[in-house]
């Protein structure tokens, strides 16, 4: 079964600290996965994809097809980091989306 | 950037009436569109997949006589809740490809709060 997992909830990081947003995966086959935001009062927007392997907003991802994860990670946390991230996975013609993780960077 | 939008923004109805909501994208031309849910505190629910001028393709549980999608243009799709009943208070999202893109490339509208009392 196709599936995303995003254990954390909830995940509060103090300002400058490192962040690490968990996503595992179950897809049989070769699959595209994607981080998806939304920030407060906002519409939910691409963060980033695995096949463009770029950073954004300092936020990296890397595809482990080993362990099947797809964590997002970012050196240093800023307050305008505080929001809900979605992992996400392209499956045939639609999108199959983790719980989400809010994450709460603290001052 | 491509916009996609969404109206109304949110809407509160009789229990038994029925509520149309539309969804738009304003500078592309979307050959499919999707039909999300959100409960609170929840991820986004696939509801349908709806493709220009051909029928909705629904996910398994969502029932499409009470659920009606309509994609009558490359730049409209309707979703219309029939006989709403509480248990459909929901936060209701599309989403739209343009035709040359892939999978990923969805642009989100802002989604629709609909209310049955």
């Known amino acids: 079964a196709q599936r995303v997992t995003q254990p954390e909830k909830l995940l509060s990081v103090f300002k400058g600290a490192p962040v690490e947003l968990k996503c595992n995966y179950s897809?049989?086959?070769?699959?595209?996965l994607f981080w998806y935001v939304q920030y407060s009062r906002q519409r939910l927007q691409l963060l980033l994809r695995h096949i463009s392997r770029e950073s954004i907003k300092g936020f990296t991802a890397d595809l482990n097809k080993g362990e099947t994860s797809f964590h997002l990670k970012k050196p240093f946390a800023q307050e305008e980091d505080s929001a809900m991230y979605y992992c996400?996975?392209?499956?045939?013609?639609?999108?199959?989306f983790g719980k989400g993780t809010r994450l709460h960077i603290l001052p | 950037g491509a916009v996609v939008s969404q109206h109304p923004s949110w809407v509160i109805c009789k229990s038994g009436t029925s509520v149309k909501i539309e969804c738009r994208s304003l500078d592309f031309q979307a050959t499919t569109m999707f039909w999300y849910r959100q409960f609170p505190k929840q991820s986004l629910m696939l509801m349908a997949t709806?493709?220009?001028?051909?029928?909705?393709?629904?996910e398994q549980g969502v029932e499409k006589d009470k659920f009606l999608i309509n994609h009558a243009s490359l730049t409209l799709s309707t979703l219309t809740v029939t006989s709403a009943h509480p248990e459909d208070s929901s936060f209701y999202i599309c989403s739209a490809s343009p035709p040359a893109g892939l999978t990923d490339t969805q642009y989100f509208g802002p989604g629709t709060r609909l209310t049955v009392l």
């Open positions: 709806s493709n220009e001028g051909s029928k909705a393709t629904y």
């Open positions: 996400a996975l392209s499956s045939r013609d639609k999108i199959i």
């Open positions: 897809y049989s086959g070769s699959p595209e």
